[in-house]
């Protein structure tokens, strides 16, 4: 006859002794588990370290495709949940996995682009466009918009994409993530004026900058930095 397992011991808020089930907590990542800098925060930390050490096992439920995941979402949670739940992965294995056939992905194409639509894939490896937008025009230019939906950004050919820089929006949006995706650095939340139509500027997507007009010290710095 084997022990049976002792449940997590803890103090309510009455301070009240109880007697915790171990459960699955689910966590989304982008705009969850990570803030607006990509980056997960100290209390979250402490968060997850607590729910550990009571018995609950952690899992990770999102979108994104497997080479979106980080090295960490594997060893520090129990599970994921991704590809909007075509694949579920426990303890490092996958236990269930449904993908759309290419068959039905070929005909989808094919029906979308006969109403000049455009399909958006995600595999396990890469996101695939069936076709890509013209409305950048023939020379790469800086994108400012008020918004730009999912649909717009993966349509844009990235060859004339040098970058975007929208009113409205937050760094875990849609969009944002589709465009960090695609290798484009992207800005949103910025005060957009019309009157920087035509002009040479600098998006800095690491640091969250926009220079309209840069001077002649600021252009030879970023190009230093991107040369390097």
């Known amino acids: 006859m084997t022990k049976k397992q002792q449940l997590p011991i803890w103090k309510n808020?009455?301070?009240?002794?109880?007697?915790?089930t171990p459960k699955l907590l689910f966590?989304?990542?982008?705009?969850?588990?990570?803030?607006?800098?990509?980056?997960?925060?100290a209390s979250a930390k402490e968060a997850?370290?607590?729910?550990?050490?009571?018995?609950?096992?952690?899992?990770?439920?999102?979108?994104?495709?497997g080479h979106q995941l980080s090295d960490w979402m594997f060893t520090d949670f129990d599970g994921i949940i991704n590809c909007t739940g075509a694949r579920v992965i426990f303890k490092q294995n996958v236990i269930y996995e449904h993908f759309v056939p290419w068959e039905d992905v070929r005909r989808a194409r094919e029906v979308l682009e006969a109403a000049n639509g455009v399909l958006v894939a995600q595999t396990e490896e890469c996101t695939i466009l069936s076709q890509e937008s013209s409305i950048l025009g023939e020379e790469p230019v800086i994108l400012m918009a008020e918004d730009?939906?999912?649909?717009?950004?993966?349509q844009m050919d990235k060859t004339k994409l040098l970058s975007f820089v929208t009113r409205l929006g937050s760094a875990n949006s849609h969009t944002a993530i589709l465009a960090r995706t695609m290798g484009s650095p992207a800005l949103v939340g910025v005060d957009i004026d019309?009157?920087?139509e035509g002009k040479l500027a600098i998006v800095d997507g690491y640091e969250g900058k926009?220079?309209?007009?840069?001077?002649?010290?600021?252009?030879?710095?970023?190009?230093?930095k991107t040369a390097g």
């Open 148 to 154: 730009i939906a999912p649909s717009e950004t993966v």
């Open 210 to 224: 926009f220079i309209v007009d840069p001077d002649r010290e600021a252009l030879t710095a970023y190009t230093e």
């Open 48 to 65: 997850l370290r607590q729910a550990r050490l009571t018995g609950h096992r952690l899992v990770i439920c999102s979108g994104r495709s």
């Open 27 to 41: 966590f989304d990542i982008d705009g969850t588990l990570l803030d607006y800098t990509g980056k997960m925060p």
């Open 13 to 20: 808020s009455s301070g009240k002794t109880c007697k915790m």
């Open 194 to 196: 019309q009157k920087y």
